[in-house]
């Protein structure tokens, strides 16, 4: 393995540093599909939203759970699962003022948790970290 590629003390290897920059990369872009959720939740309370923004905001949550759910955020993750629900019930029984106030309270938690996730998550307990050698011995 090269040098640059292995733990030395406390300090940051190469593959961190890159895990931190697709992490932050990630985390970007989910504020910015939060945004998009966000403009379609106020279409949606206003009475004027659109098939096409609706799909928008749709898919945009839909990436946001998988993005989040890949680097270990399980909070925004089921955020971002509860706003793909929500805005895929079009026929629900809900009706669209409220499901907005809904998605409204939603998105102000997802953005809270994303703001949070500056900091890179924590093993979840249970979490079996053997096996996985030097890369998760700071973990531990």
Same mark, same amino acid.
């Given at each position: 393995m090269s040098a640059d590629l292995t733990r030395s003390g406390g300090?940051?290897? &190469?593959?961190? *540093? *890159?895990? *931190? /920059?697709?992490?932050?990369? &990630?985390r970007d872009r989910?504020? &910015?599909?939060?945004?998009v959720i966000a403009d379609a939740l106020h279409a949606?309370?206003?009475?004027?939203?659109t098939e096409e923004v609706r799909l928008? /905001?749709?898919g945009d949550a839909h990436s946001l759970a998988g993005s989040a759910g890949t680097f270990g955020f399980a909070d925004a993750s089921s955020l971002g699962r509860e706003l793909e629900a929500l805005l895929g019930d079009v026929d629900?029984?809900?009706d669209?003022?409220?499901? &907005?106030?809904?998605g409204g309270r939603?998105?102000?938690r997802l953005r809270e948790v994303l703001a949070d996730s500056a900091v890179a998550p924590a093993p979840a307990a249970g979490d079996?970290?053997?096996?996985?050698?030097?890369?998760?011995a700071h973990l531990t």
């Open positions: 300090e940051e290897t &190469a593959v961190d *540093a *890159a895990m *931190a /920059a697709f992490r932050d990369r &990630a989910n504020l &910015a599909r939060v945004e949606m309370g206003d009475g004027e939203l928008g /905001a749709f629900g029984a809900e669209s003022s409220t499901r &907005a106030e809904r939603l998105v102000v079996d970290l053997s096996g996985n050698g030097d890369v998760c």
